[in-house]
């Protein structure tokens, strides 16, 4: 696009510099569904508590630290165990940007990528087995410490 105005723009693909940046601006254009949870959880907060908290004399700051935050952290500890599953899981943009490959100097090359290659590449199923059962592990321990975490923030209306 900016060839057409006479700008000589970079690869943002063929660059390590920016290959995996512009992976990561991938992941954050493709943030839609979390969105939609975040909305969903927003509309489920019953509006009489913000009117009594502006009977109260509570600001907008206020109603959002000590209502809103409260009320949504539950769906805010789901988006986030959801995001860091998926953040360990991430292959497909890098596979197709990549060609495969893993980018230029190995700059998009993911753990899942290389798993991949070393499966379906070099036919060394054992090894990649037991990458994907680390990778198990790895997600379970994140998983297990912000279970274990969120008995601290995750307030749950009984």
């Known amino acids: 696009m ?9 690869g943002w693909i063929s660059d390590p510099r920016t290959a995996l940046g512009s992976i990561i601006l991938l992941h954050v254009w493709t943030f ?25 004399g509570a ?3 206020t109603q959002f630290f ?15 165990v959801l995001q860091i599953i998926q953040a360990f899981q991430s ?16 700059s998009t ?7 991949y290659q070393t499966g379906f590449g070099q036919f060394d199923m054992g090894y990649a087995a037991a990458m ?3 990778l198990l592990v790895i997600i379970g321990a994140f998983t297990a410490l912000n279970f274990i975490a969120s008995k601290y923030w995750v307030f749950y209306d009984d």
């Open 109 to 115: 090359m993911f753990f899942t990528l290389y798993l």
């Open 32 to 56: 839609g569904a979390p969105m939609i949870i975040f909305l969903a959880g927003l509309r489920q907060i019953p509006t009489m508590y913000y009117e009594a908290a502006s009977i109260d």
């Open 132 to 134: 994907a059962w680390l």
């Open 66 to 80: 000590r209502i809103t935050l409260p009320l949504l952290s539950p769906i805010i500890f789901f988006n986030l």
């Open 2 to 10: 900016l060839a057409l105005v006479g700008i000589e723009g970079i």
């Open 91 to 106: 292959f497909t943009q890098a596979f197709i940007v990549s060609g495969g490959r893993g980018g230029p100097s190995d």
């Open 59 to 61: 600001g907008k700051v």
